[in-house]
């Protein structure tokens, strides 16, 4: 990691956008709103945090080297739910810990090491999945009684949630065949036989949300896609009837039932800003005042207060309330600095009508400039106008940076995400060049200057960007990505296996074609632009062995690169580590967009 990066005033605001401490929103237990669990940063390292609102005691309740975060409340408020992996490899088992402080231990003797497949617990039953090469399995615990196998299958699944009073468990599975586009049953939880299926056929996806919280009340809340965008159904699973919900907004929607079942609580995102609304189920709809900017969490508390996160490329994330009176205001902040605010985004359409690409825009300056056309993961996920310490600390270094959200993926109808079905990755590069073209066009970026990188599958996007577009990149920066597909599908988990054969249409041995063509390793010769990798030695997800194999046939050209290999899994929960990494890519990007 370079020493500084910056003068001093900029030193001190970039690392400080990363130390800053952070929290997520607040989760409370069911039966006792009080008790509090959140993760944050304030230790260094992403851990677990407990809150009593009663007595304002907050405590940390994980420290482990290479972090925590997925984490929940029994409804009790009474233990701690913590998933325990190894070195951020994402393979473990669920334990148990009390709220006020103690010992951990295994929550569900007996069950499997894996990766977690989702987790309900309620008051006397827990579910809870497992993914492993074998397939899916979902146990179910009730009372103090051992967990049992409710469900297994060869092909991905998950928990969808019990029912208020634990009689029902909705799972989402593929069974089909189609991880990307589930469908849904619900079992009883006494002996998993089947009470309802769903399914709206190839190609569209229905996934379960949660069942209404009144007891007795069979009704679960589904997002569906039959009209080429993801939309909210509630179905009645006792009267196997069903309610679409028309909303009049643009966009995509996702919703969480308010504690009474009385209202919907309704996310709506449409061109790379979420807002939240209410839905009442005799068909009001209406938004809610929340503070500028692009929601994220959000849960309806008791009282009917709205509890959420909000933040802008400009601003900071805080954590606020939206209490029944329409007044709005911070609801906690932790101790310490607040993270310096960056400049904000413009937005930028280009391509024919019918593509029309959207991305973002943060300008370090105005006439072409040195640009970071910074690639999104997921696929199916999108940049939106969010805060981030990544992107503020480019245009600190004077860099424009430009966030594509191309084909694949989300808030944009289900056609665009499905778009790369089939021709993976150069279909996502066909819609970075147009918007790298269209900057170039209007003086954003300077085209002899231009840098592609990203994470996960932006990370694999950049490697296969500057194999098969070299003319275009003075350099590609690849964190934790794909960099040799037919490899990484033998070492990757399981869950993602399934959700590439459903992506490519087949497996490696059905489909040789289009996984070499959408394998970076296959243009490794033709790259030409220096190339850095940041690689995790535990990864689950885009392995260690695949990015050696790329890695070894740079090496054997004696091609331009870098490497920066940390002791972690798909990323890193350590901020130093983090800021570690950010350094590197920017001392790396200067020097190589200077020639």
Known sequence: MPEHLFDDERERRWRARYTAPRMSRPGWARDAPDRCLYTSNASGTTEVYVWDRATDLHRRVTDRPSGTYAAT????????????????????????EPFAGGDHEPALPGVEDGYSAGLDVGRSVVAAGT?????????????????????????????????????????????????????????????????AEKSDGPGKALTPLGFAPVPGDPRLLLLHERRGREELLIWDVDADTETEIHLDLPGEVAADWSPDAAFLLVWHTHAARTRLYRYDLDGTLSELPVAPGCVGSAQVRPDGTVEYTCSSAAEPTSVRALHPDGTDRVLVALPGERAPGSVPVEDLWTGPADRRVHALVARSGDGPRPTVFSLHGGPHAADE????????????????????NYRGSTGYGSAWRDAIEGRPGLTELEDVAAVLDHCVAEGIADPARCVVEGWSWGGYLALLAVGTQPERWAAGIAGVPVADYLTAYVDEMEQLRAFDRALFGGSPEEKPEIWRAASPLTYVDAVRAPVLVLA????????????????????????????????????????????????????????????
């Not at 409340?73 to 669920?94: I, Q, R």
């Not at 967990?147 to 019990?162: H, M, P, R, T």
């Open 536 to 595: 995790g030695e535990n990864d689950p997800r885009c392995p260690i062995r695949q990015i050696d194999n790329y890695l070894d046939a740079l090496a054997a050209r004696d091609a331009d690169y870098a490497v920066s290999r940390f002791d972690a899994g798909h990323g890193s929960l350590v901020v130093e580590q983090s800021m570690a990494h950010m350094a590197t890519e920017v001392d790396f990007a200067r020097r190589m967009a200077r020639g």
């Open 131 to 195: 993914s492993t090469d074998a397939g899916t399995r979902i146990w179910v615990r009730r009372g103090d009684g051992a967990a049992q196998v409710i469900y297994a299958n060869a092909e991905d699944a998950g928990v969808g949630g019990l029912s208020e009073d634990e009689t029902l468990l909705a799972i989402g599975h593929s069974e089909h065949g189609d991880s990307r586009h589930p469908d849904v049953r619900v079992v009883r939880v006494a002996d998993g036989s089947t009470v």
């Open 385 to 404: 106008d969010r805060f981030s310490p990544a992107r503020a600390t480019w245009v600190d270094a004077g860099f424009t940076v430009v966030e594509v």
């Open 73 to 96: 409340l029994a409804p009790d408020g009474e233990l701690v739910w913590w998933f325990a992996d190894t070195d951020g490899d994402e393979h473990g088992h669920w334990v148990t």
